[in-house]
């Protein structure tokens, strides 16, 4: 910090000052926009999610077969639309709306194992699949056993 | 065929509007990646205390297809193996409930990074 | 008699080149990897290129060259010494994040001016792929970039700096010194650079007692439009009014509607600028008297992670025709 110079700087603000002068020259995000654009793009998503559960269960398939199944079409969506390099311009476009559907999670894991590929099948691929959609496979099973053991314990008394 | 396709569409925007808002709304350090923690492990803990359980009966894949459903599923299945098998059931559940999306992640995952290059 | 700028080569990606300055770059590929197998190996390709066509529009022979002095961003600034690999010249490896063009033509200057060099070859690169791989997240990941946020330049620029010959000589040099007022923000690199720009550019006027309306241009390195904005009111609270003369290479590369929200940014991003446009100027004699602040933000991707604020940089360097 600048508080720490041996010789003062010579501009005449103060990192204080300069903290909120900055925030006043940074541009805020469009976020009426953004949350627009997030809107459509997360509600088509799902939309297709839904038509496929649809088809499945007119064809006869059981509702949670129908659901798991259209959860895994979509991850291959994801990752193909990435694959294809067209999925980080639908992100550009619609930020959350293609960050939280299921879609984003292959996103996430195709897209650092795609950079790291010229690192190597193991250290490059295999270990990259992992950098993004490793902290939420963590974070949700370690809270789904949580949830589990309290369930548990509220089941025996 | 489209019978809860609009709530899906209705539903599934507004979560994701939710997360356009944590991310546009915090400080630049909370990247996509904490979103995406936040929503399975808020799907999660929705899910346990059965909050989640309604906005799936309305809108189907609207809950479903979001990460927060992810969760959901997470500790549905932990409570429900733990009905079924007991303690150990807390441990297997979530995952087994979430099996077939973790692989096909994997799966699809790698055949897509091994099949494509980075376009830039 | 200051040292001379012999010769120029800048060589630059796609974007750059359908960007306003387009016509003004020596080279602009039609991709962004060239055909090499990697992007890292493209960016190398393009310091080498760039380097190369400036060699050879000198006239020199590489005995003829006593330092090569270069850097980017990348870690352990591997394209340089990759580029130093293939040109095996005496080499001088410098880091100044994207200052590192100012930088090295100050440090070329310096080996010149002390008679420890006849000629001098100075070059930087960077590259958008290698440089969002390794500071930001993987290309193909989808993310929103904030309007701050600022775009990296592909592309090199290098110069053939000597004791003698025709062109516009590099008569002052100001090294900068590195300030941190706390800006944490890495899609906001304009702001955390501004106040050490700005007190070089204090420093520089102060130093030669001048002031901004005795240059016809002064051109920051990539403080981009927040940063630029920041800078000049910086440079209004500490007593200096500058005008239209002050503006910033990253501001000008690109066009408004090429989606790069504040500007540019990257070692590339002075370099091509300079190495293009305002040589090509000075030598026409549109511009006499030209002030290049080299702006550098000089985290790590750690630093970075770990929640530490950026420290910045800035070295000016007065180019005369």
Known sequence: ?157 | MFEMVIPAFIVGGLICVIGQLLMDLTKPSFTPAHMMVVFVTGGAILGAFGWYTPLVKISGAGAMVPLSGFGYSLSKGAMEAVRQTGLIGAFSGGVQATAVGIAAAVLFGYLVSVTFNPKG | MPPVILASYTVVGPKEGQGPLGTTFDEVWTDNIHGEKSWERAESKLLETAMQGALKQSGLNPEHVDYMLAGDLLNQIISSNFSARTMALPYIGLYGACSTMALSMAVGSMLIDGQFARNVLVGVSSHHETAERQYRLPTEQGMQRPMSAQWTVTGAGSLVLGQSGAGPRITAATIGRVLDYGEKDTANMGAAMAPAVTDTLVNHFNDLNRKPQDYDLIASGDLGMVGLALSQELLKRSGITSGPEFTDCGVLIYDKNQDVHAGASGCACSAVVFAGNIMQRLKAGELKRVLLVGSGALHSPTSQQQGESIPGIGHAVVIEA
Do not use: H
Request: with cysteine; net charge positive; glycine share 12%.
């Open chain 1, 1 to 157: 910090m600048a508080s720490q110079n041996l010789r003062q700087p010579t501009i005449g603000v103060t990192p204080d000052e300069y903290q909120n002068l900055s925030k006043q020259f940074t541009p805020k995000p469009t976020v009426v926009k953004n949350t627009v654009r997030a809107f459509f793009i997360g509600g088509l998503i799902c939309a297709i999610g839904q038509v496929m559960i649809n088809l499945m269960v007119m064809g006869g398939m059981a509702l949670t077969q129908a659901q798991t199944v259209a959860t895994a079409v979509l991850i291959f969506l994801g990752t193909l639309l990435t694959g294809l390099g067209v999925y980080d311009e639908i992100a550009r476009f619609g930020g959350a709306g293609a960050f939280i559907p299921v879609t984003g999670f292959a996103n996430s894991i195709v897209s650092p194992a795609l950079e790291f590929k010229r690192e190597g099948y193991v250290a490059g691929v295999g270990s990259r699949l992992f950098m993004v959609a490793g902290p939420v496979l963590v974070y949700g099973i370690s809270t789904s056993i949580l949830v589990g053991l309290i369930y548990y314990l509220l089941l025996i008394f």
